[in-house]
């Protein structure tokens, strides 16, 4: 195993980072063009100002080659796309369907989904997961079936009624998520109903935000060692790949958005210039009842909200930021406590009527009594060599291993899962192939139960928080669960679950 040291911020501060590393872009792969080769402790000047206040742009969608009804097919493919953060400075990037962020996905329930996925990435296998899905095991893009650069596959799957949504996809070949999602791969995958029950005068806005961190010669950066222990905070929160982009809406209005955290490691504790939001929506789709009176909403790596904002009915301007929020910061290079502007909606023309939204939105059933339980345990194992730190971030005191079953589990059981941080930085926790419930959280001796029914397919756990959730997986065949800080997951904290 070959062993790579760099510095840490200014501190001459050497980490080595350890077997979980091999493989990955630290080590040096060649993309050709990419200018990956770099050694990470090289100190690059950073492009710390981008463009800001273009009008929010729409995402581009994956248009359907289908005409049959309830089939949605379509070609994803993965490769070097050109795309500009700065007026006329090309940036090479990796993308879906040449789009950053990647080309939407809109279908129904009950749609049977067939994507031809074609892997044009330079020397590096990927996969195309999608994130908070109930698919086959098989095609569900695990790290487990890679699909090696410049071959092809077919991804099939039908949509479950009952799970309209706003879901995600993006890679997951072991080792390489994290840098192939900074590069530009990660889309949104929205499911929707047929009988959704909220009025359409609200609109329907996605917002995906995504970070990145730009080099003075346009490039992309690579991780740093601050990115890889505390996961990758971009220099750059972009909203539909723009950084502080503006959305023009009338004084008074009501409206609808889905809101994402596609950032490696960035958390995202939204707030909206004194407004306050209504919850009607998780990762896996609408909640019971609207919850109104959101001062501020915290959105980890990977998780989703979709909320109801009745604005002021004063024209102006009203800002959409993510606030300081402390998760636990491992060495140097801490980023400053501060409040990031995100976006802005400019409040103009004459004045409408908030829209009244329904009392009840629709049933979930709570998962019954668990006849099954697991605990797992997340930890950072941090050592010291002659010369330098070893870092290793674990689940039950073990890194990733694909060919190791960490869990079994039965098909329709319904397990309770306790998912304990062992550690000083909050880890987002998500298992793929289901929606959970979140039962109960537990912190410092006392107990907070989870206060409302929502699907959920990731949860934060703060330091030595103790969260308790209960799932169910209806179909057979290998899972994995992981930290959703992608660097983390790349460094290990993964596991795998078998179900029979
Ligand atoms: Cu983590």
Request: proline share 6%.
């Amino acid at each position: 195993m070959k062993r790579r040291e760099f510095l840490l911020g200014s501190a001459a501060f050497a980490l080595n980072v350890t077997k979980a590393m091999a493989g990955m872009t630290m080590s040096g792969s060649n993309m050709a063009g990419m200018n990956m080769s770099g050694a990470a402790s090289k100190s690059t000047k950073r492009i710390r100002k981008l463009p800001v206040g273009a009008p929010l742009s729409g995402l581009a969608k994956l248009v359907n080659q289908s005409n049959a009804p309830a089939v949605f097919e379509a070609t994803i493919e993965a490769g070097i796309a050109s795309h500009e953060f700065v007026p006329g400075m090309a940036t090479q990037v990796l993308a879906y369907n040449g789009s950053v962020p990647g080309t939407m996905i809109e279908v129904f329930e009950g749609d049977h989904v067939k994507i031809a996925f074609k892997n044009r990435i330079p020397d590096q296998a990927s996969t195309i997961h999608w994130h908070g899905l109930e698919v086959p095991a098989d095609q569900d893009g695990n790290p487990t079936n890679p699909v090696a650069s410049g071959s092809d596959r077919i991804y099939e799957f039908t949509i479950p009624e009952g799970s309209a949504g706003s879901y995600w996809y993006h890679p997951h070949p072991h080792g390489q998520t994290s840098e192939q999602v900074y590069r530009g791969l990660a889309a949104p995958f929205i499911v929707r109903s047929k009988n959704d029950p909220l009025p359409t005068e609200l609109g329907d806005t996605v917002l995906f935000i995504s970070s990145v961190s730009l080099n003075a010669d346009g490039t992309i950066a690579e991780n740093t060692a601050a990115d890889l222990m505390n996961g990758r905070e971009g220099d750059h929160v972009l909203v539909n790949g723009s950084k502080q982009p503006v959305l023009t809406l009338p004084p008074g209005s009501s409206h609808r958005f889905r809101i994402y955290n596609a950032t490696n490691g960035h958390f995202l504790r939204l707030s909206l210039d004194g407004h306050s939001m209504t919850l009607v929506g998780t990762d896996g789709g609408l909640i019971t009842a609207p919850i109104k009176g959101f001062k501020e909403l915290l959105l980890a790596p990977a998780e989703r909200a979709e909320i109801i904002v009745d604005f002021q009915s004063k024209v102006g301007p009203v800002t959409l930021s993510g606030k300081a929020y402390e998760r636990g910061w491992m060495g140097g290079n801490k980023p400053p406590a501060m409040t990031t502007s995100l976006m802005t909606f400019n409040l103009a023309g004459p004045v409408v009527q908030p829209v009244t939204l329904p009392e009840k939105l629709r049933d979930i059933v709570p998962l019954g009594e668990p006849t099954a339980r697991h605990r797992i345990e997340f930890s950072e194992n941090m050592g010291m060599t002659k010369d330098a730190m070893t870092m290793d971030f674990l689940i039950d005191g073990k890194s990733f291993d694909m060919n190791r079953v960490d869990l079994k589990a039965r098909v329709g059981e319904v397990a309770l899962w306790e998912i304990f941080n062992n550690s000083d930085m909050d880890h987002p926790f998500h298992i793929h192939g289901t929606q959970f419930q979140i039962v109960e959280r537990e912190k410092n001796g006392s107990k907070t139960v989870a206060p409302f029914l929502a699907w959920k397919d990731t949860v934060n756990i703060t330091a030595k928080e103790t969260v308790r959730i209960k799932l169910r997986h209806s179909m057979p065949g290998l899972r994995v669960y992981h930290c959703h800080i992608l660097e983390h997951e790349d460094q290990g904290m993964m596991g795998t679950l078998d179900v029979i």
